[in-house]
C-alpha cells in the first residue's frame, strides 16, 4: 500500500498497554485517514451515551492520507472523540509539525482508550511508543511542558501535542495544540483527554513521506509547482502577505464582521484591529506549517516581548475584539497568549465571554456573580480577568467553563437568547446574515457551529472570478447571491462539503485547494493518486468526503440529535443593528425549507435528516444501518 | 482621489500597494478607472466611496477616498 505506512497506535491508558495494528488496504480506501478514519472508529468502538469523561470514550488522532506529503497545505491531522461540549461528534483539525512528525515516525494515527491512574505522556519515536510520568507536568502551562518535554527526551527537534491547564480543569471548549502555534480548538477534545490523565503526545521520526508515495516524483513535481504558484494566485499571495488578518476590514465594509455578540455587523473602532495596525503593533515575523508554500502564520510583540505563542488570528482578533467590544491590539495578542498557555478554543472562549456581557449588561449577571469585575463590552482587562478565570474554573469563570449553552440554562431569563451557539458549540467570526450558506453549515455541521463546512457564498458570486472559475471543476456552474436560499444554493452546499470534507480526510488544509484559496482540483487528485497510486475521478474523492461526513452524522442520530438541533441561534433571524447589512435577517421559512431541500440532495429523509438505506449502500456504509433510530 | 485596495486586490495594484494617490482632472466612472488600471472587475466584490458603499459605475472625483475590497471568505 501506498501513501500510508497504514499502522495505528492503539493506546489502552488503563491497563498501560501499547500495541500496533496495520490496516488493510481495501479498508483504507473507504477510510483513507482523518476524519474518514476517525468516524469509522468512534462508531464501531465506543457505545452510545458514553459520558465525555469516562474512560470509555474514545479519543482518536488521525493523520490524512497526504499529511506530511512534500505539497504546499497538506499538514493536517484531526483529533476527534464524543465532544464534552455538544455531546455528539467531536472533531477538531490542526497544522503546524505534528502530523507529518508523526507519519514520519511510521504511524498514521493513535487511538486513546481509557484513562491513566495517574497524569502521563506519550512518547512516540520511529515505530516505537512507550508512556511517562506526566505528574511534574501537570498543572504547568504550555510552553513550560512542551521545554521540559524536550529537555527530558534531548531533543529539541520532539514535536509536543498537549493540552494545557485547561484541558486539566476539563473545561468544555480547552483544546489541544502543538508546538504552541497550532490548535484543535474546538469542541472541547482537549478536555477528553485531560479525563484521561493524558497530558501530551510527543513525537519524532526519521522517514520520509516520498518513502511512502506511489509515485514520489509526481508528487515531488506538483510540490515545486505549488510552491510556486502561491504568488501567482492574488488570493494565496495575499494569505501570505496579511494571514488571515485581512479579512477584517473588508467583513466590516460588508456589514459582516460579528460585533457585540452578532448584535451588530460593522465595528466603529475597525481601524484599532484591521491588518495595517495588528502589522504596525504587533507584527514581528511570518511562519509557516510544515511545507506549506502559503506562510499564514503570524508572529507578535506582546507587550515588547516577543511571544512564544504566536500571534492571534483571525477568529482570536474577532472573537476577542469587535464580538466583545474592544479595540485594544495588546490586549486582544494577550488573551490569545492566555488561551495558548492555558490552551482554550479561543473562538468559544471570546464568544462565551462576550455572551457573558451581554447578559451583564441586561442584569442577568451582576458584580456579584462576577466577583466585582465590571464586565461590560469594551472592558479589555475585564475580558482578559475572564480568560483567567475560565482557564482555572474561578468564581464565574467556573460557569462559563461549561459553555454559553449551559450557562444560560444555569442563569435562566434570557441568557438563551444571546449565547449564540448551536448544538452548544460557539459560533465562529462569520455572520450568516450576509453569507447564507454559512448559516446553513453552523447549523448542519455534525460538530456545531463550523465556519469550514463549506467554502463561503461569497466566493461564487461572480461568475468570471477566480474562485468561482476553480470551483466549476467540483461542477459548480452557475453563480449565486451571497444572501440566498433555495435549491440551486444547497446544490453548491453539497458540493461543497463533500470537497471540504475531503480536505479534512487526507490532510489538506481549508487555506490550500480551491475555492478558498490556489490549488486547483486536477492538481488535488493528482496528489492523492501520485501518492496512493489509486486512479480517482473527482466524483471518487467527492464519495470519500461524503461519506466521512455520513459516519458523522450517524453517530450523532445515535446519540439522539434531531432535526431540531439543525438549527441556528434566534438572533440570527432578526436584524443586524447597524453596518451596510442594517436590519437584514436570515428569512426563517427558506431556512427550513432549503434546509429540507438540503436533506433529500444528502439521500437523507427530507423531514427527519436520517441517511437513507439507499445512500448508505451507496457509500458502502450498509453495516451503519443498525445505528440508525427506527421509526 | 486616493484608491485603497483591501482583501487580496492588493495583489493587483501597480506595484502591490495598499494605496494610490491618482490626479483626476475631470469625474469619471470608477469601473473606468481600474480597468485602466488592469484590475479585474470580477474579482471587486466591495466599493465604498468616501466610506459610504458604492456600485462600480458611481462616479469619482478628485477629492475622493476610494476602496474596494475583494470577496472575504473563512478561515
Given at each position: 500500500m501506498y501513501g500510508t505506512s497504514a499502522k495505528i497506535l492503539r493506546v489502552d491508558l488503563t491497563q498501560r498497554e501499547i500495541r500496533t495494528e496495520i490496516l488493510p488496504e481495501d479498508f483504507y480506501r473507504l477510510y483513507p485517514g482523518g476524519k474518514a478514519l476517525a468516524g469509522y472508529i468512534l462508531l464501531n468502538e465506543m457505545k452510545a451515551g458514553v459520558d465525555p469523561f469516562s474512560p470509555e470514550n474514545v479519543l482518536v488522532i488521525a493523520n490524512g492520507l497526504l499529511t506530511g506529503a512534500p505539497v504546499s497545505t497538506a499538514t493536517r491531522y484531526i483529533v476527534s472523540a464524543r465532544s464534552p461540549l455538544t455531546l455528539g461528534y467531536g472533531e477538531s483539525e490542526a497544522g503546524g509539525f505534528w502530523g507529518p512528525e508523526l507519519k514520519m515516525a511510521g504511524f498514521e494515527a493513535v487511538v486513546v482508550k481509557g484513562r491513566a491512574s495517574e497524569p502521563l505522556y506519550l512518547w512516540i519515536h520511529d515505530g516505537e511508543a512507550e508512556l511517562k510520568s506526566a505528574s511534574h507536568l501537570w498543572g504547568r502551562l504550555t510552553a513550560e511542558v512542551q521545554e521540559a518535554i524536550r529537555a527530558e527526551l534531548g531533543d529539541e527537534k520532539i514535536r509536543v501535542l498537549q493540552i494545557g491547564p485547561a484541558g486539566e480543569k476539563l473545561v468544555r471548549f480547552a483544546g489541544l495544540t502543538n508546538d504552541l502555534?497550532?490548535?484543535?480548538?474546538?469542541?472541547?477534545l482537549g478536555a477528553v483527554m485531560g479525563s484521561k490523565n493524558l497530558r501530551a503526545v510527543a513525537v519524532r521520526g526519521s522517514q520520509r513521506y516520498q518513502s511512502f508515495a506511489a509515485d514520489p516524483e509526481a508528487l515531488m513535481a506538483l510540490g515545486r509547482k505549488l510552491a510556486k504558484g502561491v504568488k501567482e494566485n492574488p488570493i494565496s499571495w495575499d494569505l501570505q502577505d496579511k494571514g488571515t488578518l485581512g479579512i477584517v476590514e473588508p467583513m466590516n465594509a460588508g456589514g459582516i464582521l460579528p460585533t457585540r455578540n452578532f448584535r451588530q455587523?460593522?465595528?466603529?473602532?475597525?481601524d484599532e484591529v484591521k491588518w495595517d495596525a495588528y502589522e504596525k503593533q504587533l507584527l514581528t515575523a511570518r511562519r509557516s506549517c510544515?511545507?506549506?508554500?502559503?506562510?499564514c502564520k503570524r508572529e507578535v510583540a506582546v507587550n515588547g516581548r516577543v511571544s512564544e505563542y504566536g500571534g492571534p488570528e483571525y477568529e482570536t482578533l474577532g472573537a476577542f475584539g469587535p464580538n466583545c467590544g474592544i479595540s485594544d491590539l495588546q490586549a486582544i495578542a494577550q488573551a490569545n497568549e492566555l488561551c495558548n498557555a492555558y490552551m482554550l478554543d479561543s473562538i468559544s472562549t471570546g464568544a462565551t465571554i462576550s455572551f457573558a456581557m451581554e447578559c451583564f449588561e441586561h442584569g442577568l449577571l451582576t458584580l456579584k456573580d462576577t466577583g466585582g469585575i465590571d464586565l461590560r463590552f469594551g472592558n479589555a482587562q475585564a475580558m482578559l480577568a475572564m480568560v483567567e478565570m475560565i482557564a482555572r474554573r474561578e468564581g464565574l469563570g467556573d460557569l462559563l467553563a461549561e459553555g454559553s449553552r449551559r450557562a444560560a440554562e444555569k442563569i435562566g431569563g434570557d441568557a438563551a437568547f444571546f449565547a449564540m451557539q448551536v448544538k452548544g458549540q460557539e459560533l465562529a467570526m462569520h455572520e450568516p446574515r450576509g453569507k447564507y450558506n454559512v448559516g446553513m453549515g453552523y447549523a448542519i455541521s455534525e460538530i456545531g457551529a463550523d465556519h469550514l463546512v463549506v467554502a463561503h457564498d461569497t466566493a461564487l458570486v461572480n461568475p468570471e472570478s477566480l474562485q468561482f472559475k476553480g470551483a466549476t471543476a467540483l461542477g459548480i456552474t452557475k453563480a449565486l447571491p451571497a444572501r440566498s436560499f433555495g435549491r440551486e444554493k444547497m446544490e453548491h452546499f453539497y458540493t461543497l462539503e463533500r470537497w471540504n470534507s475531503l480536505e479534512k480526510v487526507i490532510g489538506y488544509c481549508f487555506f490550500g485547494p480551491t475555492p478558498r484559496s490556489y490549488i486547483a482540483v486536477e492538481d488535488v487528485i493528482t496528489s492523492i493518486n501520485a501518492a496512493s497510486g489509486w486512479s480517482l475521478s473527482v466524483e471518487d474523492a467527492l464519495l470519500i468526503g461524503e461519506r466521512a461526513t455520513n459516519m458523522a452524522r450517524i453517530f450523532n442520530l445515535r446519540e439522539g440529535?434531531?432535526?431540531?438541533?439543525d438549527t441556528l441561534p434566534e438572533r440570527l433571524f432578526q436584524g443586524l443593528e447597524n453596518g451596510s447589512l442594517q436590519g437584514c435577517a436570515l428569512p426563517r421559512d427558506e431556512f427550513e425549507e432549503s434546509l429540507s431541500i438540503l436533506y433529500a440532495l444528502k439521500g437523507w429523509d427530507p423531514q427527519t435528516g436520517i441517511p437513507t438505506s439507499e445512500k448508505l449502500r451507496a457509500l458502502s456504509l450498509d453495516w451503519a444501518a443498525v445505528m440508525l433510530p427506527q421509526g | 482621489m486616493i484608491l485603497r485596495a483591501g482583501g487580496y486586490l492588493t495583489y493587483y495594484m501597480p506595484g502591490r500597494k495598499k494605496a494610490l494617490r491618482m490626479r483626476l482632472p475631470a469625474a469619471r466612472p470608477l469601473a473606468e478607472i481600474l480597468t485602466d488600471l488592469q484590475i479585474p472587475l470580477a474579482e471587486v466584490d466591495l466599493v465604498a466611496v468616501n466610506r459610504v458603499l458604492a456600485d462600480l459605475d458611481v462616479l469619482v472625483q478628485d477629492e475622493d477616498e476610494v476602496t474596494i475590497y475583494s470577496s472575504v471568505n473563512g478561515g
Amino acid at each position: 500500500m501506498y501513501g500510508t505506512s497504514a499502522k495505528i497506535l492503539r493506546v489502552d491508558l488503563t491497563q498501560r498497554e501499547i500495541r500496533t495494528e496495520i490496516l488493510p488496504e481495501d479498508f483504507y480506501r473507504l477510510y483513507p485517514g482523518g476524519k474518514a478514519l476517525a468516524g469509522y472508529i468512534l462508531l464501531n468502538e465506543m457505545k452510545a451515551g458514553v459520558d465525555p469523561f469516562s474512560p470509555e470514550n474514545v479519543l482518536v488522532i488521525a493523520n490524512g492520507l497526504l499529511t506530511g506529503a512534500p505539497v504546499s497545505t497538506a499538514t493536517r491531522y484531526i483529533v476527534s472523540a464524543r465532544s464534552p461540549l455538544t455531546l455528539g461528534y467531536g472533531e477538531s483539525e490542526a497544522g503546524g509539525f505534528w502530523g507529518p512528525e508523526l507519519k514520519m515516525a511510521g504511524f498514521e494515527a493513535v487511538v486513546v482508550k481509557g484513562r491513566a491512574s495517574e497524569p502521563l505522556y506519550l512518547w512516540i519515536h520511529d515505530g516505537e511508543a512507550e508512556l511517562k510520568s506526566a505528574s511534574h507536568l501537570w498543572g504547568r502551562l504550555t510552553a513550560e511542558v512542551q521545554e521540559a518535554i524536550r529537555a527530558e527526551l534531548g531533543d529539541e527537534k520532539i514535536r509536543v501535542l498537549q493540552i494545557g491547564p485547561a484541558g486539566e480543569k476539563l473545561v468544555r471548549f480547552a483544546g489541544l495544540t502543538n508546538d504552541l502555534r497550532h490548535f484543535n480548538g474546538r469542541n472541547g477534545l482537549g478536555a477528553v483527554m485531560g479525563s484521561k490523565n493524558l497530558r501530551a503526545v510527543a513525537v519524532r521520526g526519521s522517514q520520509r513521506y516520498q518513502s511512502f508515495a506511489a509515485d514520489p516524483e509526481a508528487l515531488m513535481a506538483l510540490g515545486r509547482k505549488l510552491a510556486k504558484g502561491v504568488k501567482e494566485n492574488p488570493i494565496s499571495w495575499d494569505l501570505q502577505d496579511k494571514g488571515t488578518l485581512g479579512i477584517v476590514e473588508p467583513m466590516n465594509a460588508g456589514g459582516i464582521l460579528p460585533t457585540r455578540n452578532f448584535r451588530q455587523g460593522a465595528f466603529e473602532a475597525v481601524d484599532e484591529v484591521k491588518w495595517d495596525a495588528y502589522e504596525k503593533q504587533l507584527l514581528t515575523a511570518r511562519r509557516s506549517c510544515y511545507a506549506c508554500a502559503v506562510r499564514c502564520k503570524r508572529e507578535v510583540a506582546v507587550n515588547g516581548r516577543v511571544s512564544e505563542y504566536g500571534g492571534p488570528e483571525y477568529e482570536t482578533l474577532g472573537a476577542f475584539g469587535p464580538n466583545c467590544g474592544i479595540s485594544d491590539l495588546q490586549a486582544i495578542a494577550q488573551a490569545n497568549e492566555l488561551c495558548n498557555a492555558y490552551m482554550l478554543d479561543s473562538i468559544s472562549t471570546g464568544a462565551t465571554i462576550s455572551f457573558a456581557m451581554e447578559c451583564f449588561e441586561h442584569g442577568l449577571l451582576t458584580l456579584k456573580d462576577t466577583g466585582g469585575i465590571d464586565l461590560r463590552f469594551g472592558n479589555a482587562q475585564a475580558m482578559l480577568a475572564m480568560v483567567e478565570m475560565i482557564a482555572r474554573r474561578e468564581g464565574l469563570g467556573d460557569l462559563l467553563a461549561e459553555g454559553s449553552r449551559r450557562a444560560a440554562e444555569k442563569i435562566g431569563g434570557d441568557a438563551a437568547f444571546f449565547a449564540m451557539q448551536v448544538k452548544g458549540q460557539e459560533l465562529a467570526m462569520h455572520e450568516p446574515r450576509g453569507k447564507y450558506n454559512v448559516g446553513m453549515g453552523y447549523a448542519i455541521s455534525e460538530i456545531g457551529a463550523d465556519h469550514l463546512v463549506v467554502a463561503h457564498d461569497t466566493a461564487l458570486v461572480n461568475p468570471e472570478s477566480l474562485q468561482f472559475k476553480g470551483a466549476t471543476a467540483l461542477g459548480i456552474t452557475k453563480a449565486l447571491p451571497a444572501r440566498s436560499f433555495g435549491r440551486e444554493k444547497m446544490e453548491h452546499f453539497y458540493t461543497l462539503e463533500r470537497w471540504n470534507s475531503l480536505e479534512k480526510v487526507i490532510g489538506y488544509c481549508f487555506f490550500g485547494p480551491t475555492p478558498r484559496s490556489y490549488i486547483a482540483v486536477e492538481d488535488v487528485i493528482t496528489s492523492i493518486n501520485a501518492a496512493s497510486g489509486w486512479s480517482l475521478s473527482v466524483e471518487d474523492a467527492l464519495l470519500i468526503g461524503e461519506r466521512a461526513t455520513n459516519m458523522a452524522r450517524i453517530f450523532n442520530l445515535r446519540e439522539g440529535f434531531t432535526r431540531k438541533d439543525d438549527t441556528l441561534p434566534e438572533r440570527l433571524f432578526q436584524g443586524l443593528e447597524n453596518g451596510s447589512l442594517q436590519g437584514c435577517a436570515l428569512p426563517r421559512d427558506e431556512f427550513e425549507e432549503s434546509l429540507s431541500i438540503l436533506y433529500a440532495l444528502k439521500g437523507w429523509d427530507p423531514q427527519t435528516g436520517i441517511p437513507t438505506s439507499e445512500k448508505l449502500r451507496a457509500l458502502s456504509l450498509d453495516w451503519a444501518a443498525v445505528m440508525l433510530p427506527q421509526g | 482621489m486616493i484608491l485603497r485596495a483591501g482583501g487580496y486586490l492588493t495583489y493587483y495594484m501597480p506595484g502591490r500597494k495598499k494605496a494610490l494617490r491618482m490626479r483626476l482632472p475631470a469625474a469619471r466612472p470608477l469601473a473606468e478607472i481600474l480597468t485602466d488600471l488592469q484590475i479585474p472587475l470580477a474579482e471587486v466584490d466591495l466599493v465604498a466611496v468616501n466610506r459610504v458603499l458604492a456600485d462600480l459605475d458611481v462616479l469619482v472625483q478628485d477629492e475622493d477616498e476610494v476602496t474596494i475590497y475583494s470577496s472575504v471568505n473563512g478561515g
